[in-house]
């Protein structure tokens, strides 16, 4: 069966720093892979997704950028944070095809900004 | 471009059936989802419908839509302490591969 892992699960950074939040999808190949954010415990906002190795779409402009070097790896970076970056970051994946197929999330990322 | 939108609040005792409802605007062929989202954790993919069907039932939640209100609907039978969570809809056109989701439903379960 296909597992989903992110981590860490809570990272509290200063202002300034660089962020790194990692993703991983076992058990399936060519998966789309989704970064979200969802800040006040509601909306989410869909940061990037990504078809394929080295194809990233981004959705919003910000202050993160995303890669993805492996199949199955999705990473999540800054090199400066802001205060505004606080929230809950979830990573999802869905079966590449066929389309419409349902995303399948981690267990999310807190991030905290001093 | 889609939009997605449910109510924030439901309370319900344990026991009676909850309805969480949501509507939607895209006007082609969709497919719509259900997630639940307990505190601290992702979302669980509950159960999904594609705008063809009028309802689909497995164990407690039924899912009926209304294509022609655009209207979505999730029912728990026999809600229990552990339903209370988040709901959110989702939407995704067929052949997209992003969803737009709604703001999400507190369902709170009173004894």
């Known amino acids: 069966s296909q597992t989903i892992h992110q981590w860490p699960a809570t990272l509290v950074q200063p202002v300034g720093s660089p962020l790194s939040l990692e993703c991983t999808v076992e058990?399936?190949?060519?998966?789309?892979l989704y970064w979200y954010r969802q800040a006040a415990g509601r909306g989410l906002q869909l940061l990037f997704y990504s078809v394929g190795i080295g194809q990233i779409s981004s959705e919003v402009p910000q202050n993160l950028s995303a890669s993805r070097p492996q199949d199955r790896q999705f990473i999540l970076s800054s090199k400066k944070l802001l205060l505004s970056d606080s929230g809950f970051y979830l990573c999802?994946?869905?079966?590449?095809?066929?389309?419409?197929?349902?995303?399948?999330f981690g267990d999310g990322t807190r991030l905290s900004i001093l | 471009g889609e939009d997605v939108e449910q109510s924030l609040f439901l309370s319900v005792r344990e026991g009676d059936s909850s309805v969480i409802n949501c509507t939607y605007t895209d006007s082609s062929s969709t497919y719509l989802y259900w997630y639940k989202q307990e505190p601290g954790a992702g979302l669980q993919l509950l159960t999904y419908i594609f705008s063809n069907m009028d309802m689909k039932q497995d164990q407690r939640l039924t899912v009926l839509l209304n294509k022609k209100d655009k209207h979505l609907s999730l029912r728990i039978a026999d809600t229990q302490t552990g339903d209370s969570a988040i709901y959110f809809c989702?939407?995704?056109?067929?052949?997209?591969?992003?969803?737009?989701f709604g703001s999400g439903t507190q369902l709170t379960v009173l004894p």
């Open positions: 999802a994946w869905s079966a590449g095809r066929p389309s419409n197929q349902p995303q399948h």
């Open positions: 058990g399936t190949s060519n998966p789309n």
């Open positions: 989702a939407e995704s056109p067929l052949g997209a591969r992003q969803l737009t």
